[in-house]
T-cell receptor, first 111, second 115 residues
C-alpha cells in the first residue's frame, strides 16, 4: 500500500461544477499536509496548506480528518484554468521534514 | 527575486555517461530535495539534505549521488549505474522547522533523456 493514495482520475467536469478530491495517508505520525497543483510538464506549485480546522481560499476548501487519515480538496465553480493535476502531499513528521507525494488526480474542466 | 533554479532545462545523455544536474536556491532554506517524476506517476524522493555536508537517501537513491558543500547548492549526479534514467527531475527546498507546516518550493525541473 502506498503511503499517500489518491484517485488518479481523470475527473472530467463542466465549467461551473463543484468537484472534490480525497487523499488518504497511512502514517499516523504525519504532521502537515498540503495540496499542490501541477500543470502539464511544469513543476508543482503550492495550492494550499491543510489545517486541522479546515481552511478556505476563494473557491478552494481543504479539510483534514486525522481520525480517518484523509484530506480533501473541494473546488467550487470550476474554471477552465483549474484543469491540472492536483497532488496530495504529506509531511512524515519528526525532524526530517520529508514530504511524500501522492500520484496526483487529473482534473479536466470542459467548456 | 528569491527562488530555486535548476539547469539545464533539457539534457540528453548517452548510455554509460554520468551527468550532473544543477540546483541552486537563494531562499536561505536549510532543506533541499531531489525528486524524480515519470509519466503518469507521482514524485519519488531520491535524496534529501537538511544541512551542509550531510544528506540522506530517499526511496530510490540507487544509481544517483549528491553533494551539499554549500547551503545554496545541491547538485545531483545521475550515474551510469542508474538503469532507467529518462525522467523529469525536480529539485525543491524548504525551511526546516519541526511541527510547522513548511511547504517545499520547486525549481522548474530538468528533463533528462538517454539517447
Amino acid at each position: 500500500r502506498k503511503e499517500v493514495e489518491q484517485d488518479p482520475g481523470p475527473f472530467n467536469v463542466p465549467e461551473g461544477a463543484t468537484v472534490a478530491f480525497n487523499c488518504t495517508y497511512s502514517n499516523s505520525a504525519s504532521q502537515s499536509f498540503f495540496w499542490y497543483r501541477q500543470d502539464c510538464r511544469k513543476e508543482p506549485k503550492l495550492l494550499m496548506s491543510v489545517y486541522s480546522s479546515g481552511n478556505e481560499d476563494g473557491r478552494f476548501t481543504a479539510q483534514l480528518n486525522r481520525a480517518s487519515q484523509y484530506i480533501s480538496l473541494l473546488i467550487r465553480d470550476s474554471k477552465l484554468s483549474d484543469s491540472a493535476t492536483y497532488l496530495c502531499v504529506v509531511n512524515r513528521g519528526g525532524a526530517t521534514n520529508k514530504l511524500i507525494f501522492g500520484t496526483g488526480t487529473l482534473l479536466a474542466v470542459q467548456p | 527575486d528569491g527562488g530555486i533554479t535548476q539547469s539545464p532545462k533539457y539534457l540528453f545523455r548517452k548510455e554509460g555517461q554520468n551527468v550532473t544536474l544543477s540546483c541552486e536556491q537563494n531562499l536561505n532554506h536549510d532543506a533541499m530535495y531531489w525528486y524524480r517524476q515519470d509519466p503518469g506517476q507521482g514524485l519519488r524522493l531520491i535524496y534529501y539534505s537538511q544541512i551542509v555536508n550531510d544528506f540522506q537517501k530517499g526511496d530510490i537513491a540507487e544509481g544517483y549521488s549528491v553533494s551539499r558543500e554549500k547551503k545554496e547548492s545541491f547538485p545531483l549526479t545521475v550515474t551510469s549505474a542508474q538503469k532507467n534514467p529518462t525522467a523529469f527531475y525536480l529539485c525543491a527546498s524548504s525551511i526546516l522547522r519541526v511541527g510547522v507546516n513548511t511547504e517545499a518550493f520547486f525549481g522548474q525541473g530538468t528533463r533528462l533523456t538517454v539517447v
